[in-house]
């Protein structure tokens, strides 16, 4: 057998090669160890940035990198004499995408298991634990064992990724820095990775497409939910995708704290028509995934179960609903000019506001503002009046305010005419 290293498998990709399922293995394995050096995985992930992967390559790398780590296995764990209906989601990103917060304890109230392994944001999407963390003591540092009892007790824990696949968590972090995050591959296998990893035995993704999210275009979007979609069928995990739209932000709160309060209104039965649909919808799908049919996710929010499941999971990490959730100590409002019809508000100037405001990070473990975000007042298609409040900047650091503003600055408009409607969800792949 021929030796394996790191030039030859930089090499064979360079040159649009194909790469064996031993390449795979060796370099994933001793990249995570210290064997390949950053500046040969660098040049490796460039070739693939550039040259793509077959699909067997995809489905190897992803293996490869959930073989780097633990694996969470849920099988044994029963509920009432059951075995445990388990099931997760994930969602590629977008601005104000808070449905995880009341998703889950709708999910919980309608009697399936939820192991989410979740992030914390980078750039213009912000992380579900970053949003959760604003809730005072909250905490997703979970050990396995606090992760199985909360399965069994409540239906649901929420952790960070920490050991699994941790050959993906150093990857991610090399490709952020060299160019290479935007490769389909690669997207697909560092999602699928973890998530295979986490103990689920179904899944159901959802694949933001537009302004906001990134991906800008249905025909990328579509390819990405097609691959992942295999992926999980290829590892014997039943998974599917929606296809969701991300010009405008979802709901009227982009941030931390802010996002968690528009939640709660959720759970309570109100929140804005689109983040309760989304979260019905994905409810729905995750439900039948677990083979689940008998229950109507929203009698969840009509009846109170699935805000008292949301307490429940809070308290078991350490959260306190009791204290009040931080608020910017500064804020800035925009108002109308005029009066007229809300137009369409551009989701990544939202974004970058709130990133501006401290909302989110530019590097990997830097500290967030809980408190910092916007409030959106006015949706497209409402009727607006001159000088009322249209949107409402929140930050602890004042200096950031006129940054935020001026990515805020030709991200709306006031017409007289309302904005075509657009589909919230696209499409179904899988």
């Known amino acids: 057998m021929r030796t394996i290293d790191a030039p030859t498998i930089i090499r064979t990709k360079r040159d649009g090669g194909t790469l064996s399922e031993q390449a795979i293995d060796w370099v994933i394995d ?9 500046e040969q995985m660098s040049a490796l992930l460039m070739a693939i940035f550039l040259r793509g992967m077959t699909a067997g390559e995809t489905a ?11 694996r969470f296995d849920f099988t044994d764990l029963h509920r009432d004499g059951r075995p445990l209906a388990l099931v997760d989601k994930h969602s590629t990103g977008g601005v104000g995408d808070k449905i995880t917060i009341p998703l889950l304890p709708v999910v919980m109230a309608c009697g399936a298991a939820v192991p989410q392994a979740s992030g914390r944001g980078l750039g213009h999407t912000g992380g579900t634990l970053d949003k959760l963390e604003s809730i005072p003591g909250f905490t997703a540092e979970l050990s396995k064992n606090q992760i199985r009892q909360q399965l069994c007790d409540i239906g649901a824990a929420i952790f ?11 990857t991610y972090a090399l490709r952020d820095i060299t160019s290479t995050v935007d490769s389909m591959p690669l997207i697909a296998s560092s999602v699928m990775s973890k998530k295979l990893a986490e103990g689920a035995r179904a899944l159901v993704l959802d694949v933001k497409v537009g302004r906001g999210a990134f991906l800008k275009t249905e025909p990328e979007a579509r390819e990405l939910a097609r691959t992942m979609v295999d992926l999980g069928k290829a590892n014997g995990i039943p998974t599917r995708a929606l296809l969701t739209a991300m010009d405008r932000p979802l709901g009227r709160t982009v941030g931390n704290a802010v996002e968690v309060v528009e939640s709660i209104e959720v759970l309570a039965g109100g929140g804005p028509d689109d983040v309760v649909a989304l979260t019905l919808a994905l409810a729905t799908e995750m439900l039948d995934a677990a083979g689940i049919d008998d229950v109507d996710p929203a009698e969840t929010l009509r009846d109170g179960s699935a805000m008292d499941r949301f307490r429940q999971l809070v308290a078991a990490q350490g959260g306190d609903l009791s204290q009040p959730l931080p608020v910017g100590a500064s804020s800035e409002t925009v108002t109308a000019p005029r009066g007229g019809i809300m137009g369409d508000i551009d989701a990544m100037g939202v974004a970058m506001a709130a990133w501006r405001l401290g909302a989110g990070r530019a590097q990997p473990g830097e500290p967030v503002q809980s408190g910092a975000g916007v409030r959106i007042h006015r949706s497209p298609g409402e ?3 001159a000088g009322e409040a249209l949107f409402t900047l929140y930050t602890d650091t004042p200096d950031r305010i ?13 017409g007289d005419d309302a904005p075509a409607d657009s589909p919230l969800i696209i499409d179904r792949v899988g």
Do not use: F, N, Q
Not at 30 to 38: K, L, N, P, Q, S
Not at 403 to 413: I, K, N, P
């Open 160 to 170: 960070a990724a920490g050991e699994l696949a941790p050959a993906d968590r150093k």
């Open 383 to 385: 009727p607006v009046t």
């Open 402 to 414: 006129t940054d935020a503003m001026a990515e805020l600055d030709g991200a709306w408009r006031i």
């Open 30 to 38: 001793a990249y995570t160890h210290g064997g390949v050096a950053e």
């Open 60 to 70: 190897r790398w992803t293996a490869a990198m959930v073989a780097s780590g633990e």
